[in-house]
């Protein structure tokens, strides 16, 4: 099985950070730093990618793209 590469979105909460990848619902997953919930979301991806396909069901593609927009503030 070859690698791919999925976007992860990491957002700082009020008590560490948490992290999801639009291209793969219901799968997320958290973290005291951010090397910590990196690491804890590859953990969450390879679990759930597990699950779907015991499961028979299809693993999601990598479809999503992420870029900045830089604005004035």
Do not use: W
């Not at 009020?14 to 992290?19: D, I, L, N």
């Not at 799968?27 to 979301?41: D, M, Q």
């Amino acid at each position: 099985m070859s690698a791919k590469r999925y976007p992860v979105v990491i957002e700082r909460t009020s008590t560490g950070y948490s992290a999801y990848s639009p291209d793969v619902p219901g799968c997320a997953s958290t973290g005291k730093t951010e090397e910590e919930v990196r690491r804890n979301f590859q953990e969450a991806l390879e679990f759930h990618f597990e699950g779907l396909h015991l499961a028979g069901e299809p693993i999601p593609e990598p479809s999503s793209s992420v870029d900045y927009v830089e604005v004035a503030a």
